[in-house]
DNA sequence: GTTAGCACTCGGCAAGGCGGAGTGCTAAGG
DNA sequence: CCTTAGCACTCCGCCTTGCCGAGTGCTAAC
């Protein structure tokens, strides 16, 4: 069987019916939102058809249907109509990004705050995967007479830095020092570096131990995957009917508060078009109930990722439509310099 | 009417009781827990008397009764027994502490974590306030042509970090204009180092605009707290059968989305001992349902907070203690240094 | 002062009844 | 052959009723 337009007609309705109310949907309800010279009956043996083709479900039998999640994913795939937002909200967005951004960690964090705000469900920040960003410059800076501060500063303006203890050596040294490491590291992905060191280790040989303590540092740093996760509106979820019963809540933040399974969640070809992820196609079980809306970052160079997530019964259009005007002010930010 | 042995000893019984089973506590279960010849009757007059001096509350007649919130305080602060936490407890709260802290962020960081499943609550800490910190030194590395990154070291081992523009200068400009400003403001206040740029603004000139510059980051950073606050456990509190109702679990999110907000349940004088905030006791409206145990973590000479937010019901006795041992182990992470 | 006894109150639960929404099927109509 | 009206049926949600159990307050006796 195939999927006329008619029932192509009935389906949208359907969905986008129970978007908004959250119920099931009759075929009454149907006949009233889909002006068209056809009787609940007709409409009945249609949506019969639909449950079939396994793209309607009944909750029990003699209730309004609800879409499956392959019902969702034809909605979404070639059913929705693509939403403009007005120009009162894109102001507003680019207004609190403009307002309150002052480098990247604050863009990364305002960036989940207003995303939240803007489609009343939870968002998802993901800043950029370090190991894969290029090193900008290696600086060791005294801060006491046997105690130095390593500071790394990456082409996305990312700064890491780490105390280290070092062996007695004059201003100059160190000076002379930052400089090497600099120019031999300048450029290099940050993955790369603890390699670089360790060739290094003959040309700095007089600086002994320190390029030791460096290596560890550098290879810590990475392999830690410093707080990359930045969360916002997550009381949002728990206005949704659909977590009413606050267990359902926990089995989803359960899942959010463990930054790897949200790295799971994320699983895209790096500079992937906005996707979605629905119910069951999800990887994770805590979170088969929801729905995410992916988008990537360009952080210059660099790429995070940005997701909303919400009920299966979420607005997808809208979701789509504002990840994607986020993604592209914030590529906006660092194209033009224009935030710092 | 006084508080004699006998009504002390029941109350804390129904306590106790209505921690461990969340259930109002009617006179037999007191009998049957608190071992001492008396007949429910006797205990029903006594429970009576407790009702009316505002102790417990009855949810409605006939049912057991609860701890009214004076109920709690009486209990926190004279009834309960201090707990010893077990060796296994202690031994596993240090070994997750050791062998994850690198650094005072992620000292922080796991502190939350930590708490978080050691009392199966929410668990929040605060970082130190930066203002009132000192400050180690500054640095101005380049990073570009005419751009560079100033890099503050705070005492406690915080280190902020900002992209500025530079007119041109030498290395050796940039250099010596790093010592003139860790010279001048090494071991001030971060608060202070607005003014005190503003008063080697002669000694400078020759720099220019960069002085500028930095004063507005300066003011910005200082300003802006920085995001101060980390939560462990939030799924913990959507366990617990108060919040089953996930818009009153939700009550709680929004307060905690807003780190102001949170500031305010921590406004205690600095360096105060373990406190605890019960029910209406709290400024904010939303976390009316909820206890806060509070406490300070010695960072170094900077001090921040830490807080385990649970249910009324919640164990004060394990809460404290732990709050307890964890204030001791964070600062003897700095006593000692053993960790970086 | 303590206790046993008793009437009373109230929440929670299960059973039963009812209305409404929605369905599937069938037969008639275009 | 598709569409539609009609009808019997199903099932949820809601309300009512009745009952049990837990717990109370009061009173009278010890």
Redesign the interface.
């Known amino acids: 069987m195939q999927l006329d337009a008619r029932k192509t007609a009935i389906l949208r309705t359907v969905v986008e019916e129970h978007i908004k109310t959250g119920q099931p949907v009759g075929s009454r309800t149907v006949v009233r939102k889909y002006h068209l010279g056809l009787s609940p009956a007709t409409v009945r043996n249609e949506m019969a058809d639909l449950e079939e083709m396994g793209y309607l479900v009944q909750p029990h039998t003699s209730a309004g249907r609800i879409p499956s999640d392959r019902g969702y994913r034809v909605y979404v795939d070639e059913l929705m109509e693509e939403t403009k937002l007005s120009p009162e909200e894109t102001r507003w967005i680019e207004e609190q990004l403009r307002s309150r951004v ?2 990247i ?2 863009l990364i ?1 305002e960036t989940a705050r207003v995303v939240s705000e803007a489609t009343n469900y939870l968002s998802l920040v993901l800043g950029p995967q370090l190991d894969t960003t290029s090193c ?2 290696v ?1 060791l ?3 006491g007479p046997e105690r130095a ?1 390593v ?1 790394i ?1 990456t082409e996305t ?1 990312f ?1 890491e ?3 280290v203890d070092i062996p007695p050596m004059t201003d100059e040294d160190m ?1 002379a020092f930052s400089h090497i490491l600099t120019k031999n590291l300048a450029g290099r992905k940050m993955a790369d570096l603890p390699g670089c060191l360790a060739s290094m280790k003959d040309e700095v040989s007089r600086y002994g131990q320190v390029i030791t303590t460096l290596m560890d540092f550098l290879t ?1 740093a990475l392999s ?1 995957r ?2 990359r996760l930045y969360m ?4 949002n979820i ?2 949704q009917p659909e ?8 089995e989803v ?2 899942v959010l ?1 463990n930054e790897e399974a949200v790295d799971k969640l994320f699983d895209i070809p790096p500079g992937s078009p906005v996707s979605v992820l629905i119910g069951e196609e999800n990887p994770l079980s805590g979170v088969r109930d929801c729905s995410l809306v992916r988008g990537t970052l360009r952080l210059g160079s660099a790429l995070g990722k940005i997701g909303v997530l919400g009920p299966k019964r979420m607005d997808y259009a809208r979701a789509v439509a504002i990840v994607r005007f986020v993604e592209e002010k914030v590529s906006d930010f660092f194209g033009g310099r224009s935030g ?1």
Chains 1, 2 share one sequence.
Do not use: Y
């Open positions: 002052r480098d960690v604050s964090r900008q410059s600086h800076l005294r801060v501060l500071v500063t303006g700064v830095s780490r105390l000076n810590n830690e410093e707080e916002g509106g997550q009381a728990l206005n977590f009413r019963d606050s267990r359902k809540a926990g933040f359960s508060e710092w």
